[in-house]
């Protein structure tokens, strides 16, 4: 008797470990190289840059040759990722929203590797090679869309003191081709290989169409497809494109900036965020066997979920605000933790606990970075 008692859990654990396989997760958005460096007031100054300051970078930022070896011939104000590079000691990070979240997620689950697939387009540069490179410590299975008309995208990170400025050059990353990269049988198979899909709202501005074809496409299988709000700007000006993949969105994230646009732009007439939440909640979906959740976040506020039941608040983690770093990570790292669980068929409270823990390890340091493994029991 006793023998058989023990026998359900081993083999239940054994199921576990087999639930998760490569590509179970599809990410696709605008991929970035993030160059971190510490820089000097005089450099913020040269580029008309200010600390603690997100912008996307102007004609007077922008790279215009990806030759990071030829001499510098002057201090062009054209140069100033490649200037990045030469004057100061630079951190490469993969980066953008969506690469982000993924690439946290694969973390949160370590193994097996390449759990977390993603999709975006990147230039044939040196900072590409970078990219790939980085995408592939990261463990995630990256198929890039390369091509020679634009550079790489890339973030610059100058960290002056306790501050960062970026500036974002988003470059080939607005170069994705659905015909020449999704549309592909290789490619399209690993999107039908996932259960779980997510897809920044930032995505909205390069192919909209390639969301409706992946979204569709969950849709019509009962998978998982989640979106972000992403920035106050989506909803403002990219309303149409947003609202035509909404009814195939089974998880929607935000924040609370976002959410607040986001019902202004609805006519919601309310800017108490749980209803809001239920209002967005409760806007048409196609497939009806997977009621939609959303999930607003509101940095060291309660995290708010609306599920077709109820609208419930979860309390961040605490931290010590000398501890934080740097916050600009946090929402990615949020979703990152919040999918991690959601492959592995985990209940949304769990889900939301996970994304809870990741964006406390992220904001502890610069940029959306993390320690070796995760300690989240």
Not at 40 to 64: M, P, R, S, T, V
Not at 282 to 290: C, E, G, Q, V
Request: aromatic fraction near 10%.
């Amino acid at each position: 008797m006793k023998v058989s008692a023990d026998e359900p859990q081993p083999k239940k654990q054994k199921l576990e470990e087999k639930t998760l396989s490569e590509n179970l997760l599809f990410g696709m958005g605008n991929p970035l190289l993030d160059i971190c460096a510490v820089v000097d007031k005089d450099f913020l100054d040269k580029y008309g840059l200010k600390a603690n300051d997100q912008i996307l970078a102007e004609e007077k930022h922008k790279e215009f040759s990806d030759n990071l070896e030829m001499p510098h011939r002057s201090r062009s104000p054209t140069e100033m990722f490649e200037e990045l590079v030469k004057r100061f000691n630079v951190d490469y990070h993969a980066g953008g929203s969506t690469q982000n979240s993924v690439k946290v997620a694969q973390w949160m689950i370590q193994k097996p590797y390449k759990v977390a697939t993603f999709f975006g387009c990147i230039g044939k540069d040196k900072f590409g090679e970078i990219l790939k490179k980085k995408t592939e410590e990261a463990n995630v299975d990256a198929h890039y869309y390369e091509q020679s008309e634009q550079p790489t995208g890339t973030c610059a990170a100058c960290i002056t003191g306790d501050s960062r400025s970026l500036v974002a050059n988003l470059a080939a990353a607005n170069c994705y081709d659905k015909a020449k990269h999704l549309d592909l049988k290789e490619n399209w198979q690993l999107v039908e290989k996932a259960k779980v899909y997510y897809i920044a709202g930032f995505f909205l501005t390069v192919s909209p169409e390639s969301i409706l074809k992946v979204a569709t496409q969950s849709s019509e299988n009962n998978k998982i497809f989640s979106m972000n709000l992403s920035a106050p700007f989506i909803s403002q000006f990219f309303k149409e494109p947003l609202m035509k993949v909404m009814p195939y969105v089974d998880i929607l994230f935000g924040n609370e900036t976002e959410a607040a646009t986001f019902a202004k732009e609805q006519g919601f007439e309310t800017d108490d965020i749980k209803e809001i939440a239920r209002k967005t909640q409760a806007l048409p979906k196609i497939n009806t066997k997977r009621p939609r959740i959303v999930v607003f976040t509101q940095g060291h506020e309660d995290t708010i979920m609306a599920t077709a039941d109820e609208v419930v608040s979860f309390p961040v983690l605490e931290i010590d605000q000398s501890k934080i770093v740097d916050t600009n990570g946090a929402g990615d790292a949020f979703v990152g933790g919040f999918l991690s669980q959601l492959v592995s068929d985990k209940p949304s409270e769990e889900c939301i606990r996970a994304g809870h823990y990741s964006a406390n390890v992220v904001i502890r340091r610069a940029g959306c970075t993390f320690p070796e493994k995760p300690d989240f029991k």
